[in-house]
C-alpha cells in the first residue's frame, strides 16, 4: 500500500468500529482485495449472522462493495464513500465462478497478452460449470462452457503480489478465438492478434491445441492463417490438413456466407484475403 492509500485507509479505519478496523487490516496484510463472509467470520471471531451484519454495514459505509451473496471487494480508499466497485475484473471474474475450475479466456486474454488495440468491456472466463452471466457495478462478466477435455493450455498469471488467476496461454487464447470468434470480435481481431505476436507463437503448439480441441472449423481457420502468413512450414500444415473432412465453413461464422471456397483449407472465404494480409501493415 503506498503512502496516501496508507493515510487514507487509516483516516477511515478512525470511522469504524474495531471489529471492521480489524477486518479491512487483516486483509491489507494479506494482500487480499477479495473476500468471502467465511473469510470475515475466521479474521474477526464472529458468528456467521454477526458478521454477516459487519459487512452489510461496511457496505452501507462505502468500505466493501459486494459482488454476490457471501463474496466482497475492499473499494480502494481513493474511492471514497463509493461501493460501486467491482474490484479486478479478472480476480472477480474467477471469484464469481466459485469452486468450480475457472480461467481467464478469450478477448481478456487476448488483452491481459497485448493482443488489441482497443479496451474491453467485456470480462470472458471460460469454467467448467454453467455460470450465469451478469452485470456487475458497470462491467459485464461472460462465462463460456467447456468440457473436462478442453481444460488445457493454461498459465498463471499475477493479478496482485500475493494473488494469481488462470488465463488461457498465447497459443490456446487464438485457439478459443477461431473457436468462437463471436467472443473475440471476429477472425479478423483474432488474426490481429495471432500477427501481433507471432514471433512468440509456438506454431507446433497451435497445431497441437487444435488437433487436441478436435474442432474441424478450428484446424481450417488456423491452418489458413498460418499459410496466408507464413508462420509455418508445408510440413506441419499437411498435418492439419490430414484432419480435415469434406465438409466447407465459413472463414468468420459472424459473416454472412458468401464468397469462393478455397479448396486448400475446405473453407468459404468471406474475408477477403487482402483485409486479412493488411493485419501485418498495422
Known amino acids: 500500500m503506498s503512502e496516501l492509500q496508507s493515510t487514507k485507509h487509516n483516516a477511515v479505519l478512525k470511522t469504524v468500529g474495531r471489529q471492521t478496523a480489524r477486518l479491512l487490516t487483516a486483509l491489507y496484510d494479506r494482500a487480499q482485495s477479495t473476500f468471502t463472509l467465511a473469510d470475515a467470520e475466521k479474521i474477526t471471531g464472529l458468528r456467521s449472522n454477526l458478521a454477516s451484519s459487519l459487512l452489510h454495514k461496511a457496505v452501507g459505509r462505502g468500505l466493501v462493495s459486494r459482488l454476490k451473496p457471501g463474496l466482497f471487494t475492499i473499494v480502494p480508499p481513493e474511492l471514497g ?8 475484473p479478472y480476480l472477480t471474474a474467477v471469484r464469481l ?3 468450480a475450475p475457472c480461467f481467464i479466456s478469450h478477448a481478456s486474454a487476448m488483452e491481459i497478452h497485448r493482443m488489441v488495440t482497443q479496451p474491453q468491456l467485456v470480462v470472458f472466463a471460460s ?46 487464447t487464438i485457439i478459443d478465438g477461431l473457436r468462437q470468434p463471436e467472443y473475440c470480435g471476429g477472425v479478423t481481431e483474432v488474426a490481429k492478434g495471432l500477427w501481433m505476436r507471432h514471433q512468440d507463437m509456438r506454431t507446433a503448439k497451435l497445431l497441437d491445441y487444435a488437433l487436441r480441441l478436435r474442432v474441424g472449423a478450428v484446424s481450417r481457420r488456423l491452418g489458413y492463417l498460418l499459410d496466408l502468413y507464413g508462420m509455418a512450414p508445408e510440413s506441419e500444415l499437411a498435418r492439419l490438413r490430414a484432419s480435415l473432412t469434406a465438409t466447407y465453413a465459413p472463414l468468420d461464422p459472424m459473416l454472412p456466407e458468401e464468397g469462393p471456397h478455397l479448396k486448400r483449407w475446405r473453407l468459404q472465404l468471406n474475408i477477403s484475403p487482402r483485409e486479412l494480409e493488411a493485419v501485418r501493415a498495422t
Open 127 to 172: 469454467s467448467l460449470k454453467r455460470i450465469r452471466s451478469r452485470k456487475l457495478h458497470g462491467t459485464e462478466f461472460r462465462f463460456v462452457l467447456i468440457r473436462p477435455e478442453q481444460y488445457f493450455g493454461v498459465v498463471k498469471h499475477w493479478v496482485t503480489k500475493q494473488e494469481t488467476i488462470d488465463i488461457s496461454d498465447l497459443e490456446r
Open 81 to 88: 464513500s463509493s461501493a460501486e466497485y467491482a474490484g479486478d
Open 97 to 99: 465462478a466459485g469452486k
